[in-house]
Each structure stands twice: as C-alpha cells, then as structure tokens.
C-alpha cells in the first residue's frame, strides 16, 4: 500500500503527517508556513511525489454544530488547490478537537506548550491522519465480517 499524507492546516503554520506503508500508523512529518499558499502547495506536491503518497488527508475544521465556518471554507478551497495540481486523491476528515488532543498529548508527555510550539501541528496532522486510518480499518473489518457471513 502506498502512504497516505495527514495535513493540519492552520493561520500560521501547517502539520504534515506521514502512514507506515501498511497504512496502520501515522508519524509527525514536518511543519510549514502557512504564509504563502502557493509555496505551502509546491511542498506538499513535491512531498506525495518524494513519499509515493497515493492520498492526501486534510483536517476539515467544523465549527462543533458541524457548520462551516471561514477555516472549514479556507481548508476546503486550499483541498482544491491541491486538487489542481496532484495526481492523487484529496479527501477532507473532519478534525474537530484535534489540536485540543494535540495540546494535551504533549503535555502530558511533559512537554511545554513553548517547547511544543512546532510539534502541536504535527500532532494534529498526525490525529487527524490516524483517525482516518482507523475508519478505513473499520470499514474494512465491517465489510470482511459482511462477507464471511454470506458465504
């Protein structure tokens, strides 16, 4: 299985999460800024081609009522984008309260939110990207289960 690649985006800076190449674990990558979009994408680009990435997972931050706010608009246009210019599939993953979770990991491994500054997006990235592999795998076992119990 080819990677897949978990993307936090943010105002100021942007985490990247990598898969195993089973498909079973994300790992913290990188962190980019977020100031100039279309160099953030040349990165990305050059990154799916450099892992053999063959989909790209972008936190879709709703607000809690699941509306759409300004991030949720600004992570769906920057999906297009990539869109644009990858070969590969973009989806979008909800990613409420990742970065919360990204906190609190961290500091739970003793880290400070200023030593974790460059870390939390990764984090997040790396949230977002495994939840997303566990509802793959969910999807799989469901669907191996439906299938041994019709033959």
Known sequence: MKRLLGIDLGRARV???ISDELGFLAHPLETLSAENADKLAQRIV????EKNVERVVIGLPRNMDGSMGPAANEA???AKKLREQLSCEV???DERLTTVAAHR???ESGRSSRDSRQSVDQVAAQIILQ???DQLQMQADALARKDSRSQ
């Open 131 to 133: 939840s997303y592999l």
């Open 46 to 49: 050059a990154i799916v081609r």
């Open 15 to 17: 985490g990247l999460a």
């Open 76 to 78: 769906l246009s920057f």
């Open 91 to 93: 989806v979008m993953s």
């Open 105 to 107: 990991a961290l500091r």
